[in-house]
């Protein structure tokens, strides 16, 4: 890519683009080009609120338009697959929103396509290119809160009365794990830097909502001793936290995931008394985007693409604990 900016196209027009078109557009490296939906009139409101220059009534349109160089894909999560592979073969980098596909095989196969391909892609974890998730690893290294014992994640919200909402097929793809779970899920991985060996959880499946689990409890073991205990739920309270335990303190992260503004620093606790580290207020999304259009100008991704097989090998380990109520070894 030479010094012009990244030209992006849009996916969809739906909430969570919201987020990620501001993200883009306030980025150093990329500009939004066009925005799709299956409604023609709703992809042209959507590029007239944000001042996209195009809007296409299709998907296949937008592929087809030679000015754009990446897509974003925030489409639900049955659509991310066959999506993805038909914007590789189009020669489009593709950044995809979590969780990337509705289980590992299918991850497997949007990474081999998009690398037969030549293109780029990138799971939309916006989280973890802030940099406060740099300095928690910083910390740790020092050892100044000891040796890790144990990983605790929360993300929760209650969108319960919305009952035709996507995230209620299950066939879709719908469930808290899906939507929220993987955060907490990504972040030990990310702390640790390794892979969890076995997964346990209990869900909530709820009738009212497709059958789709609405609040887990999940427990994911890794070597050493060391496990993520965590909790998501689209029925209960709203919290989104990370803490990291150590023998000798503990990190505590209050907005893990999506920080309130100004809020975006955490606290360490050690023998010597409680102090917050106090953290830039960056645009997550932002970072995100110049990450992404850093790759595809050449250099190494900061999370290669195979982090999202292992990501739902995960996922897929705590679905089939919380709905055959069983202990289940996550293959290397």
Known sequence: MSERKLRWGIMGAGNITKSV???????????????ASRDAAKARAHADRY??????????????????????????????????????KAGKHVLCEKPIALDAAEAKEMVEACAASGVVLAEAFMYRHHPRYDRIREIIASGEIGDIRGIHGTFTFNNAKNTT?????????????????CY?????????????VAATAHAFFSPEHGGVDMMTSGLVEFDGGVALTFDCAMWAAGRNTLEVLGTDGRIEVPFAFLPQAGKAGFFVITKDGR??????????????????????AGKPQRFPPEDCIFNM??????????????RVEIQP
């Open 184 to 196: 907490p899920i990504s972040a030990a991985r990310l702390i640790l830097g390794k892979e969890p």
């Open 51 to 88: 001042g996209i220059p195009k809007s296409y009534g299709s998907y296949e349109e937008l592929l087809a338009d030679p000015d754009i160089d990446a897509v974003y894909i925030p489409l639900p999560n049955h659509l991310h697959k066959p999506w993805t592979i038909r914007a590789a």
């Open 165 to 181: 909402n996507i995230r209620y097929k299950q066939e879709w793809g719908g469930g808290s794990v899906y939507d929220v779970g």
């Open 275 to 296: 102090r917050e580290e106090p953290v830039e207020d960056l645009n997550q999304y932002t970072l995100q985007a110049d990450d992404f259009a850093s790759a595809v």
């Open 21 to 35: 078109i501001p993200g883009i557009q306030a980025s150093r490296t990329g500009e939004v080009t066009a925005v």
């Open 313 to 326: 090998k995960v996922i897929d380990a705590v679905l089939k604990s919380a709905r055959e109520r069983v």
